[in-house]
T-cell receptor, first 114, second 117 residues
Framework: SAVISQKPSRDICQRGTSLTIQCQVD?????MFWYRQQPGQSLTLIAT?????????ESGFVIDKFPISRPNLTFSTLTVSNMSPEDSSIYLC???????????FGPGTRLLVL | AQSVSQHNHHVILSEAASLELGCNYS??????LFWYVQYPGQHLQLLLK??????LVKGIKGFEAEFIKSKFSFNLRKPSVQWSDTAEYFC???????????????FGRGTQLTVWP
């Protein structure tokens, strides 16, 4: 299994600003992902965080808006840039351990943009 | 892209009632299937998963799910629910036969289960 932590757990931000969310896994993992869960909706995959290369974004998500870093096998960051109220959501990090195929999720970062 | 449908958005049951939550997906290839649960104030946890083999899989806390390939379904069941099962349940699908999409999960909208004591 993998234990995933995220920082911050929640934040309130002003529109036009940016927020960087950190994701830390307690063991080396093969793959890391970032999801968004908007109010009343399901989880939507934003991107796959690739170690040592650019993230792979899903349709509707772009690097300029959601830059992602993954400097090593246990850590990733997601930045929500130039925020608007529509970015208010829960952002979740997930990872697949080297030893399996099951995806584990972090506790999420609850973001409110005013 | 795959899509996942959970037909019941909110289910209310009394303790000891039986539960079945529906999940259908749209993808013609080989799939991995998951049910995740999110208890109030907690993060997503894996309830059970299907990769291959016996289409009836058993998970934690007495839950089970049956993969019916012909119906593109993976319904979750529990014979007798408890108050502590109150949570939101998410069905998720991953395309198993595409290496480039390994790990990319597509989620249903979730079903909120409320169990009255």
């Amino acid at each position: 299994s993998a234990v995933i932590s995220q920082k911050p757990s929640r934040d309130i931000c002003q529109r036009g600003t940016s927020l960087t969310i950190q994701c830390q896994v307690d063991s080396q993992v093969t793959m890391m992902f970032w999801y968004r869960q908007q109010p009343g909706q399901s989880l939507t995959l934003i991107a796959t965080a690739n170690q040592g290369s650019e993230a792979t974004y899903e349709s509707g998500f772009v690097i300029d808006k959601f830059p992602i870093s993954r400097p090593n096998l246990t850590f990733s960051t997601l930045t929500v840039s130039n925020m608007s109220p529509e970015d208010s959501s829960i952002y979740l990090c997930s990872a697949i351990p080297r030893t399996g195929e099951t995806q584990y999720f972090g506790p999420g970062t609850r973001l409110l943009v005013l | 892209a795959q899509s996942v449908s959970q037909h019941n958005h909110h289910v209310i049951l009394s303790e000891a009632a039986s539960l079945e939550l529906g999940c259908n997906y749209s993808y013609g290839g080989t799939v991995n299937l998951f049910w995740y649960v999110q208890y109030p104030g907690q993060h997503l946890q894996l309830l059970l998963k299907y990769f291959s083999g016996d289409p009836l899989v058993k998970g934690i806390k007495g839950f089970e799910a049956e993969f019916i390939k012909s119906k593109f379904s993976f319904n979750l069941r529990k014979p007798s629910v408890q108050w502590s099962d109150t949570a939101e349940y998410f069905c998720a699908v991953n395309a198993a036969d595409r290496g480039s999409t390994l790990g990319r999960l597509y989620f249903g909208r979730g079903t909120q289960l409320t169990v009255w004591p």
